[in-house]
């Protein structure tokens, strides 16, 4: 079975551009994360649906920052407009209710706003 | 406010030593606490996990010793290899559920040969 996929792996892009993080968790779960990872701020979770629809988005870090997921299958997180703070790690992780509560992660998307 | 403090922030073993990370948290509604664990470039994955009923858990040459009364909980690996140096990630959820969860600030464990 297939784990979470990210894409993209890398990202560069430049300040004031829009960016746009894709993420297809593993088939069967209904609950998606979408964590940031930084040296200073450690993991943070940014936002997490169950069955397609956002329970939580008290971690996202202001408006620039919005996370979709039209189906169960895709979901995006996207920064528009980006700023050099916001160069960190997203992962996006996946779980199934009921279960253990692991979390899968994704190998996630370096992003590099300059 | 951290609800969970990890520590120390790195660490250095020889190999076939023991390693030691000590979490410790602040709320007690917290009901289950695993272990991830991220190699470079990869996304952390689970290590081990307990619930606060249980004092110790094993799992191979990894130990998590809980401690209810004192708040804490701690990952021991014995017999520590070069291919165990990785980051380690403790967090704590309510009620199973990753999305009441906290993640601790990491340790980075060095294995010397």
């Known amino acids: 079975d297939a784990g979470v996929i990210q894409s993209p792996r890398h990202e560069v892009t430049e300040m004031g551009q829009e960016v746009t993080l894709r993420c297809k968790p593993i088939s069967g779960h209904d609950y998606l994360f979408w964590y940031r990872q930084t040296m200073m701020r450690g993991l943070e979770l940014l936002i997490y649906f169950n069955n397609n629809v956002p329970i939580d988005d008290s971690g996202m870090p202001e408006d620039r920052f919005s996370a979709k997921m039209p189906n169960a299958s895709f979901s995006t997180l996207k920064i528009q407009p980006s700023e050099p703070r916001d160069s960190a790690v997203y992962f996006c992780a996946s779980t199934l209710r009921g279960s253990t509560g692991e979390l899968f992660f994704g190998e996630g998307s370096r992003l590099t706003v300059l | 406010q951290q609800q969970v403090k990890q520590s120390p922030q790195s660490l250095i073993v020889q190999k076939g030593g023991i390693s030691i990370i000590n979490c410790a948290y602040e709320?007690?509604?917290?009901?289950?606490f695993p272990w991830y664990q991220q190699f470079p470039g990869k996304g952390p994955a689970l290590l081990i996990a307990?619930?606060?009923?249980?004092s110790e858990k094993k799992e191979g040459r990894f130990t998590i010793s809980f401690n209810k009364s004192a708040k804490q909980f701690s990952l021991h690996i014995m017999d520590s290899q070069p291919g165990d140096s990785a980051t380690y990630f403790c967090?704590?959820?309510?009620?199973?559920?990753?999305?009441?969860?906290?993640f601790g600030d990491g340790t980075t464990l060095t294995v010397k040969p």
């Open positions: 967090a704590a959820y309510f009620n199973t559920n990753a999305g009441k969860s906290t």
């Open positions: 709320n007690t509604a917290f009901d289950y």
């Open positions: 307990i619930r606060p009923d249980v």
